[in-house]
């Protein structure tokens, strides 16, 4: 009789501290969560399945272990096709307050649209990450950060640059999503 092995299936996990939450990085705005700017090691290490999760920073609240955001990474785009894909229209200078879609295309570099969120100066860091990142689904605590249980093992000391990755198991990941469907009801699904 063949002896079967079950292989422990993971989720893997990028944790950071958010130092602000303006609404450009990530964008909230329709159709779904997205990550075009800031986070360049994060947006190029990610692939599709794995979930970001950022922490308060010390300018957002007292709580170090709050959540501020969470997604499941479903695309991973060039910032071409971001800049050219008809759904995050809605993301470009023009068309929203908070801008995430600042990127265009102009032969083989890109252009820096004039914007609110990042200046000349924050365009070699933002490229740098290569990819734009969308969330099929995510949760944003926003204000209410609620912490995180320590059960988790994914805390974070607030003001702590870079991020950390960590894996989760299936059964740690399916708690911890029961646990974030709790703190936001109305998770973003698009």
């Not at 994914?154 to 703190?183: I, K, P, Y």
Request: net charge positive; aromatic share 8%; proline share 7%.
């Amino acid at each position: 009789m063949a002896r079967q092995c079950h292989r422990k299936q993971v989720v893997r996990v990028f944790a950071y501290v958010i130092a602000s939450d303006a609404g450009c990085a990530p964008n909230y705005a329709p159709p779904c969560l997205t990550l075009a700017i800031c986070k360049p090691m994060i947006r190029r290490s990610a692939q599709r399945g794995d979930l970001i999760l950022a922490f308060n920073g010390s300018r957002l609240g007292t709580n170090p272990h709050g959540v501020r955001w969470a997604g499941i990474v479903s695309e991973k785009l060039t910032f071409a096709d971001y800049w050219h894909d008809d759904r995050f229209a809605g993301k470009k200078p023009d068309r929203a307050a908070m801008p995430d879609n600042i990127y265009e295309p102009v032969g083989a570099d890109f252009r820096q649209v004039p914007n609110p969120a990042h200046g000349p100066g924050n365009k070699s860091r933002d490229l740098g990450g290569q990819y734009v990142l969308t969330f099929a689904e995510s949760w944003h605590l926003g204000n209410r950060a609620p912490a995180l249980p320590a059960e988790f093992g994914l805390r974070m000391l607030s003001g702590r640059r870079g991020h950390r990755v960590a894996e989760l198991s299936d059964a740690t990941w399916a708690a911890l999503q029961r646990w974030l469907d709790s703190q936001a009801p109305a998770a973003r699904r698009c």
